[in-house]
């Protein structure tokens, strides 16, 4: 059957652009289908340097860097006046050594203006609200901005959603996540008292003496984004009022409250609660799921954007060669690629939360080269085999943490 699209793409967020100008490039006719008007605001601003390669092989990389958004380094952690700094120029893996901080409503327009210049149709205020897959093609219902309906028919459907999570929902996909409930309470500052030179651009995760941490990212435009994630019952103890609440939290860390001593709101702090998610399958037939339309952590190590990008970049590979003739095994050139990376930052989150990295970051004794290889993780690269901190991190990552405590524990009874 002839179809309306070879491809039809859910959501022109950072998956679905990237996804769209691999297909598109790739020589199939792709049609991009998103719900709300751009720029629209979304929280996710601090790439990790992984991100570049997928950016650079979707040919997007030109139109983000002419943005001259905050140039990021690292990233460092505080707890207590303890402070674990992360360059990306000293990572273990040879790539990228530095990516940028980006207000979402202006990354995403570049991203989905590149790929409207590259003469992709993107639909805004159009949001798939139904969908039907048969033998030869899937059609979807579109809700059009003045209201109406009308349907498309593809050879096959991306659903790049993220919170949306279209087809996971239509197609009872969703599963529980493995984590506990936690939520985030963030806003957008000025009056930021930050670092200078190198250090000014990187990422601040601060551990709040109470339980809580705080995310500082700074931006090109003055801006600074503040958060907080913790337990409902952490911010229960907090004043109700948002802005109340927040500055609070703020206020009583160590790290964040002088560096945000004359803060200014740009916008009363919004939360979002609930946030992780997974799902029973990635794929099925005609239809994948990528980006935060899969499985989505927790945002300690900024892993969503890079996650969103490598599935996409994998995504549109396994299927380019679907949409040529060729049988691929979607779940094994697609989905266990996708979940080593989920499941490689899966074991990192975990371990911040249990403490054990937090035991290992704020340590004298840390050994400089296994830093070197955790700096990969945090860098993104989660996909290099040869680092153990990315291939073996549940059994890795404790033992480091128990071998830095006992060497703390000899300097003390040496000193
Ligand atoms: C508190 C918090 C902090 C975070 N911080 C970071 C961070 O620092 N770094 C990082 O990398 N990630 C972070 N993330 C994760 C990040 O937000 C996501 O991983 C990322 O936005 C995923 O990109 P995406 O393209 O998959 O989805 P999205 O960016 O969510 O884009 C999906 C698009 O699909 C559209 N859509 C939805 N429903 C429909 C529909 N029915 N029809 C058509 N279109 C639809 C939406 O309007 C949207 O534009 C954070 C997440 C949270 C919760």
Redesign the pocket.
Known sequence: MKTDVDVLV???????TVATALLQRDGFKVLV????QFP?F???????PHCMDFLQEAGLLDAVAKQNFMQKNGAVFHRAGGTCNFDFATQFTSGWQFTYQVPRADF?LTLANAVAAKGVEILYQ????AVEFHDTHATATLDQRDGSQRTVTARFILD?????R?LPRLLDLERPSDFPVRE?L?THVTGDHRPEGREEGKIWACLHPEGAWL?I?PFSNGKTSV?A?ATPEFFARYPENPEARLRAIISTDPSAGPRMRDAQFTFEPRR?AG?ACAVKQLHGPRFAL????TE?LD?IF???????LASASRASKVLTRELRGETVDWQADYAEHVMQGINAFRAYVTAWYDGTLPDIFFNAGRNPDIMRQICSVLAGYVWDKSNPYVTQPQRALPLLARIVKSQAGLATAGA
């Open positions: 859910i959501g022109a967020g950072p998956a679905g289908v998103e719900k709300q629209r979304v929280i996710g601003e601090s790439l990790l995403d159009h949001g798939v609200s790049c959603s993220g919170y949306g279209v985030a963030f995310w990212i958060g994630v979002i946030y990528v980006g935060n339309a989505f945002p900024s892993s969503g954007v890079t996650l969103a």
